[in-house]
């Protein structure tokens, strides 16, 4: 299995981003997927979900319809569309499925 996550940046507030998650080696079609941070000197902290068919949830309040999950079932590829970033959105975002976790990207918000 392997997940590897790209598109992090520098972004000032206000800005947008949008995170890829390559998938391998397991059936990402049939894969439930997530998003998790992890803000410098903090814990990991859920982000958004993905079920195998499309259907969504977000943690909240802190994504607060900022942020949108999809995926591409026919290239292996989840993304997380992320509008009107604040610097609390400063962290290394990663993407799971199981137990699996890629090594993730960094997401800097200057205020």
């Known amino acids: 299995v392997q997940l590897v996550e790209s598109g992090g940046g520098l972004v000032q507030s206000g800005g947008s981003l949008r995170l890829s998650c390559a998938a391998s080696?397991?059936?990402?079609?049939?894969?439930?997927m997530r998003w998790y941070r992890q803000p410098p000197g903090k814990e990991r902290e859920w982000v958004a979900s993905?079920?195998?068919?499309?259907?969504?949830?977000y943690a909240r309040p802190y994504v607060m319809d900022r942020f949108t999950i999809s995926r591409d079932n026919t290239k292996n590829m989840l993304y997380l569309k992320m509008n009107n970033l604040t610097p609390e959105d400063t962290a290394v975002y990663s993407c799971?499925?199981?137990?699996?976790w890629g090594k993730g990207t960094l997401v800097t918000v200057s205020s």
């Open positions: 799971n499925t199981q137990t699996y």
């Open positions: 080696g397991f059936a990402f079609r049939s894969s439930g």
């Open positions: 993905i079920t195998d068919d499309g259907i969504t949830s």
